[in-house]
């Protein structure tokens, strides 16, 4: 159910015409104030409850990689504003993944709908403080956009530090309070208690980009792209040869195509991490499926933040995972036990099996341990080293059998 | 990434309270494993662990109380008690 009276209240005749197709968060061409005027207009000024509605509507999910429903966390907020403790609100653009990119090139590329989304959610929460928190590169781009605007100096700028955890939600608020990004425990939603035990509505950048869309046009122009489980466009980071590519595509495409999208030959992998090093591997004869949880889920694998990793053929799968998986162990925040002490086991119990040792208890070790580690730290860190290291022994269940036999499926070793 | 992971939706029947870990605060002395020797075992490490269950760990009323020894002895302050939702 749409409400077309929002976009009525708040678009003029005299404004741009809505951007068509999918090139929709980069339509803008340039990062300055007078390019993104030209092609969005200027920041509406919807009914706080009317846009609720419309993000319900337009059925927007967060894009940090949770896909929570980006309405339902306003609406959370919402019911906090008015009280003693007022909102604070939140844009994270800390982007600690390694085969991520899309946020920073975000805040690069189009850094004024961002500020329209952390303004607009603010105004819809009642928020007296807004912050946006994002990586060196991202945040002067940023600086110097809110400087080209007057509504934008209320804003605080705080710098997120490069290290994989840095955007859990819970380190955030902890970097922005203490200056330190290290997950602490939590027990109620951060909409309820966060920054200084204020109510707190963090959200990720390129969700609020998407808000200041939804805004201007509404939900039905939202849901003209992409698909009914996936509506709208969004952002992928693709991994090619020559780096990071980052593509907005209409959600919903398969592997292939968005791979395609950026320039890649899909054809050249055996396998791609979908979501990340928290992610799942999808083998080649699956790369046809859609990118929405309902088709990833048997892979362990969900869109998340949009990342696509493609492994060449001809490297070894296994290899790969246990580089990623010692990565992740030496990215925990050591703050937890289970994880201090299970991420390097685990990690080092894989890198034995992509190694070759011949010893046929390994998979059944690395599954005890992942059993172990799972859900018992204060973010999600074990959890989804976990589920990394569990899709990696089943969408590789026959390289694991031929490096048990002394061989290697991939090439190497 | 809020909230923390229910590794089962079985919660164990009778449950009256949770008992949170903050993994955070917890050094694996191993107090509560021994107040609470039903419920929680070590892993190999030390840390406690409930079987089929993360940083939230349903307490029947009959462990209630040792709960709550295990909440005011535990020397790092690692554990919390709360009435457990109803329904």
């Given at each position: 159910m749409s409400t077309p009276t929002l976009t009525a209240a708040t678009r003029a005749v005299t404004d741009p015409p809505a951007p068509a197709g999918t090139r929709r968060l980069f339509a803008a061409g340039a990062p300055d104030l007078a390019h993104h005027a030209a092609t969005f207009g200027p920041l509406p000024h919807p009914d706080s409850a009317a846009l609720v509605d419309e993000v319900q509507a337009a059925g927007l999910a967060g894009r940090g990689g949770a896909a929570f429903p980006a309405w339902r966390k306003i609406a959370s907020a919402q019911k906090r504003a008015g009280t003693r403790d007022r909102?604070?609100?939140?844009?994270?653009?800390?982007?600690?993944?390694?085969?991520?990119?899309?946020?920073?090139?975000?805040?690069?590329?189009?850094?004024?709908?961002?500020?329209?989304?952390?303004?607009?959610?603010?105004?819809a929460v009642g928020a007296t403080e807004l912050y946006l928190y994002t990586g060196a590169a991202a945040l002067a781009s940023v600086r110097a956009a809110t400087l080209e605007r007057s509504d934008a100096r209320g804003i605080v700028l705080r710098e997120a530090p490069d290290s994989f955890i840095s955007g859990e939600a819970s380190a955030v608020i902890h970097s922005i309070e203490k200056g330190r990004a290290i997950p602490r425990d939590h027990v109620v939603r951060l909409t309820t208690s966060g920054l200084?035990?204020?109510?707190?509505?963090?959200?990720?950048?390129?969700?609020?980009?998407?808000?200041?869309?939804?805004?201007?046009?509404?939900?039905?122009?939202?849901?003209?792209?992409?698909?009914?489980?996936?509506?709208?466009?969004?952002?992928?980071?693709?991994?090619?040869?020559?780096?990071?590519r980052v593509i907005e595509a209409a959600g919903g495409v398969s592997i292939a195509e968005a791979v395609s999208l950026a320039g890649v030959d899909p054809r050249g992998f055996s396998a791609v991490l979908v979501g990340g090093y928290h992610g799942?591997?999808?083998?080649?004869?699956?790369?046809?499926?859609?990118?929405?949880?309902?088709?990833?889920?048997?892979?362990?694998?969900?869109?998340?933040?949009?990342?696509?990793?493609?492994?060449?053929?001809?490297?070894?799968?296994?290899?790969?995972?246990?580089?990623?998986?010692?990565?992740?162990?030496?990215?925990?925040?050591?703050?937890?036990?289970?994880?201090?002490?299970?991420?390097?086991?685990?990690?080092?119990?894989?890198?034995?099996?992509?190694?070759?040792?011949?010893?046929?208890?390994?998979?059944?070790?690395?599954?005890?341990?992942?059993?172990?580690?799972?859900?018992?730290?204060?973010?999600?860190h074990p959890d989804g080293t976990a589920r990394f290291v569990l899709s990696t022994l089943t969408a590789f269940a026959d390289d694991v059998e031929a490096h048990l036999a002394g061989h290697c499926l991939g090439g190497a070793a | 990434m809020s909230g923390q992971t229910r590794l089962t939706t079985g919660a164990r029947a009778a449950a009256t309270h949770t008992l949170h870990i903050d993994w955070t605060a917890c050094d694996g002395r191993g107090l509560c494993t021994e107040l609470l020797a039903g419920l929680l075992d070590r892993?190999?490490?030390?840390?406690?662990?409930?079987?089929?269950?993360?940083?939230?760990?349903?307490?029947?009323?009959?462990?209630?109380?040792?709960?709550?020894?295990?909440?005011?002895?535990?020397?790092?302050?690692?554990?919390?008690?709360?009435?457990?939702?109803r329904g």
């Open positions: 909102v604070v609100v939140i844009g994270n653009g800390a982007e600690g993944e390694p085969m991520s990119a899309k946020d920073a090139t975000l805040l690069q590329r189009a850094p004024h709908l961002v500020i329209d989304g952390l303004l607009l959610a603010g105004a200084r035990g204020r109510p707190t509505l963090l959200h990720n950048v390129e969700t609020l980009a998407h808000l200041a869309l939804v805004a201007r046009y509404g939900a039905d122009w939202f849901r003209s792209v992409g698909s009914r489980e996936e509506p709208g466009t969004r952002l992928f980071t693709v991994r090619a040869p020559d780096g990071l799942g591997w999808v083998r080649s004869e699956h790369l046809g499926r859609p990118l929405t949880r309902e088709a990833l889920q048997e892979f362990g694998a969900a869109p998340g933040a949009g990342i696509l990793m493609g492994l060449p053929v001809g490297s070894c799968g296994l290899t790969a995972a246990a580089q990623i998986a010692r990565y992740l162990a030496s990215q925990s925040a050591r703050q937890c036990g289970p994880c201090v002490n299970g991420l390097p086991e685990l990690a080092s119990v894989l890198t034995r099996l992509a190694s070759g040792r011949r010893d046929p208890g390994l998979p059944a070790e690395v599954r005890r341990l992942a059993g172990i580690v799972t859900g018992r730290g204060s973010c999600h | 892993d190999e490490w030390g840390y406690p662990r409930a079987l089929g269950y993360g940083s939230d760990v349903p307490v029947s009323a009959a462990e209630e109380e040792a709960a709550w020894d295990a909440v005011a002895l535990c020397p790092r302050q690692a554990l919390s008690l709360r009435a457990a939702p």
